[in-house]
């Protein structure tokens, strides 16, 4: 099991970036595919983006799509959500997530998928 710990939310104005960082420790796999999920108040849990081990394959919600990149520095057991043009909608808890995937594929929008959740950070978007 990976223990995920995620960094650099904060309060912002819309129009405004942050960058999200989510630092893994534990036994590596390069079946280890990681992803972001946010979670408003009253809102379900929510698919962000994911990324594969390699980094080669990326996939971002078609809300965030444009305004978000995900990217991961395996050197640096790091992946990484780099939050542009935020909007007050984008207000939110933040997790990075992570699970192995094996033959079948990955689900990889799926919150029941990953095995691995950090404790979140709260992002604030304020209009």
């Known amino acids: 099991q990976m223990h995920l710990v995620e960094s650099g939310g904060g309060l912002v104005q819309a129009g405004g970036s942050l960058r999200l960082s989510c630092v893994a420790s534990?036994?590596?796999?390069?079946?280890?595919?990681m992803g972001w999920f946010r979670q408003a108040p009253g809102k379900e849990r929510e698919f962000v983006a994911a990324i594969n081990w390699s980094g080669t394959n990326t996939y971002h919600a078609d809300s965030v799509k444009g305004r978000f990149t995900i990217s991961r520095d395996n050197a640096k057991n790091t992946m990484y959500l780099q939050m542009n043009s935020l909007k007050p909608e984008d207000t939110a808890v933040y997790y990075c997530?992570?699970?192995?995937?094996?033959?079948?594929?990955?689900?990889?929008?799926?919150?029941?998928?990953?095995?691995?959740w950090g404790q979140g950070t709260q992002v604030t978007v304020s209009s």
């Open positions: 997530a992570g699970h192995e995937v094996w033959s079948s594929g990955s689900y990889y929008w799926k919150t029941t998928e990953y095995d691995d």
């Open positions: 534990g036994r590596t796999s390069s079946r280890y595919m």
